[in-house]
């Protein structure tokens, strides 16, 4: 699995470099679009990275806590990197990887803890900008985005078995100050035994607020259902979260998550970084 990521990412890293774009083909390279990153938040950004250039949106920590009458599980992903690579003008390659996943389960009747850590899930995305592939364009941005994910975690970093879906990211920008962000999806999920695959669809849904220059602050929603066919829920959650672009290319965010229902991991905290070369 370490072979197969590092694999993928040397591919990506070689693509990006100077004899693969439009350095050394005799003209001028053309100006970078503005930084546009899929993280933080609930919501899929419809913008794509330029042809030719590598964007990385790493994870530095991300804790997240699911609690019931039973047991309380914690859980801790370091370096979740998301690579993406701008294959044309409207459309990129992705490649997500969460590097460790460290998990600690309590349960409370029997008194007993049991931990487990191991790598997650390699995720596998093409997203195809339909219109506006730059976030600085006025009024409505939409992309399609499928994926797949293999099962290539260890040790319960992962699901245990395949799944795929899709995202429709759009957004609507009024102003500089404001946008309306929505992503609906719909996914053949894991089973909750981690063999076989049922439906799961929702939405997110959030407005981005441009608060002073380089920082924007988020509140979104999220609601899904999973019909899983020993545990169908309906999960809801709601998320604050600021991003700080410390440079041009640099991006600095922190995010907060809620559960709005008893079937929904109850506090999620992350912070990362995000850089296009």
Known sequence: M????????LLLVTAAGPGFGQEGSGQAPAALRELCTERPGLTTAACTVD?????MEIGIADWERDKDSEERQDQIKLGDVQLRYGLAARSELQLSWPAYVHTVTRDY??????????VGDVTI??????????????????????????PTGTHGGGDGDWSAGAVVPLSYKFSDLIT???SPRIEAAVDEDRSGRHLAFGTAAGLQLAICDGVRLSPEVEIMRDRDPVQPATTA???MSVAWKVANMTQLDVQGIAGLNAATPGVRLALGVSHKF
Do not use: T
């Open 125 to 150: 995305g093409l997203k195809q900008n339909l219109r506006h592939p730059q976030e600085k364009a006025k009024g409505l941005a939409l992309s399609i985005l499928p994926y797949l994910s293999l």
């Open 2 to 9: 370490w072979k197969l990521y590092a694999g993928l990412s």
């Open 237 to 239: 959650s709601a998320a």
């Open 109 to 118: 009747r029997a008194g007993a803890v049991e931990r487990s850590h191991g």
């Open 51 to 55: 042809p030719g250039h590598l964007q």
């Open 180 to 182: 309306l962000a929505v």
